[in-house]
């Protein structure tokens, strides 16, 4: 049977229906955040504005209740990124990632040489009696004689989250480190690694399929070999884009009429819909991708999306959310990117 062929557009409006970006969900924060499939979260308050975007009602107070009280979970995840994580996806996700997360951090730190597990247990020592500054975690780990380079991969060994207030709108430096097991139950027996990497692709075509297997292997930190193993296990339906290449995706999930109209919505720095691994949606076009990731900035740019697509950016200055578009927009647009705005500051300044 012949595969169906999927447009741009359409591919455009999947990811953004997925996203909870075609229309605010009424749908709990740990519900959204599973269902987006995690959000990306350098940078603390973009995970704030990213929910602000895609929940009716959101509420700041909400989401820092939820990370102190261990309901959803800041830690290091797909390709060695901080994400916010629910406290129910945190162990079967990393489990999927650890091994690819262990070799990287080998290969990119030179680190062969450095016995990590001796590392990570020294760590979860210095935190059984609770959570440390991760300047004060370095501290103790030159002064027991390993070495810098190690700390970077620490995490990549032993389950650690950063531990609220630290991470929150109110603090963004995540910069307070903890053992998971303090803050969420940890399943026992552990998720297997066929479990935790079933798990993460369903959450990823959930969140930004139809999907290649490049674009699965690149958000999850996969070797191609290894995502297509995983995605021939699973029962998932196929298509085609507009080149023939294959697409993988869930069996029920939403593709929109490529013509359902697509509101102006803010999302802030490294959200994930605008990285490689989402670009046959073409959310990011390709002639603004410079404006947003230029290897001159240390990080993305907040932006804006009219039509489904990146219009402009937008910064929060004297209590103002300002805009500047890449290019001039008709009136209507203008206008709902202006009352979108709008709210925003009212998300600034409580």
Request: charged share 25%.
């Amino acid at each position: 049977m012949t595969e169906r062929v999927l447009s741009t557009r359409e591919l455009n409006r999947a990811v953004l229906a997925r996203q909870l970006l075609l229309e605010r969900s009424t749908s709990s924060l740990v519900s959204a955040v599973e269902q987006v499939a995690c959000l990306q979260t350098q940078y603390s308050p973009s995970g704030y504005v990213g929910l602000w975007s895609r929940l009716a009602g959101f509420e700041r107070e909400a989401l820092t209740a939820a990370l102190l009280d261990g309901s959803i979970v800041q830690g290091w995840a797909m390709r060695c990124t901080i994400h916010m994580l629910s406290a129910a996806d945190y162990a079967p996700l990393v489990e999927a990632v650890r091994e690819p997360r262990q070799e990287w951090f080998r290969r990119a730190w030179k680190a062969d040489d450095i016995d990590m597990q001796t590392v990570a247990d020294a760590v979860r020592g210095y935190l059984a009696d609770g959570p440390l500054k991760q300047a004060e975690l370095q501290k103790r780990l030159v002064a027991d004689g390993h070495p810098k380079a190690a700390w970077p991969g620490v995490q990549l060994w032993i389950d650690l989250v950063r531990v609220p207030p630290a991470g929150t709108w109110g603090t963004p430096r995540a910069h307070v480190y903890g053992l998971a097991e303090h803050t969420i139950t940890l399943p026992q027996p552990r998720p297997t690694l066929a479990e935790g990497c079933e798990l993460l692709v369903t959450r990823y075509l959930g969140g930004f399929g139809p999907a290649s297997v490049k674009d699965v292997g690149s958000f999850c930190g996969w070797k191609l070999t290894e995502t297509r193993e995983v995605l021939e296990r699973m029962e998932l339906r196929r298509f085609r884009d507009e080149a023939g290449g294959v697409l993988f995706d869930l069996p029920e999930a939403p593709l929109p009429d490529p013509e359902t109209p697509a509101p102006v919505r803010f999302i802030g720095q490294w959200d994930a819909v605008l990285l490689v691994h989402a670009r046959r949606g073409q959310i990011l076009p390709e002639h603004y991708r410079q404006n947003v990731f230029a290897t001159s900035m240390p990080q993305s740019i907040p932006t804006f999306l009219v039509d489904g697509q990146v219009a402009g950016t937008w910064k929060f200055v004297d209590g103002e959310i300002s805009c500047s578009p890449f290019h001039e927009l008709d009136d209507p647009a203008a206008d709902a990117v202006a009352a979108e705005a709008g709210r925003l500051a009212r998300l600034y300044t409580g």
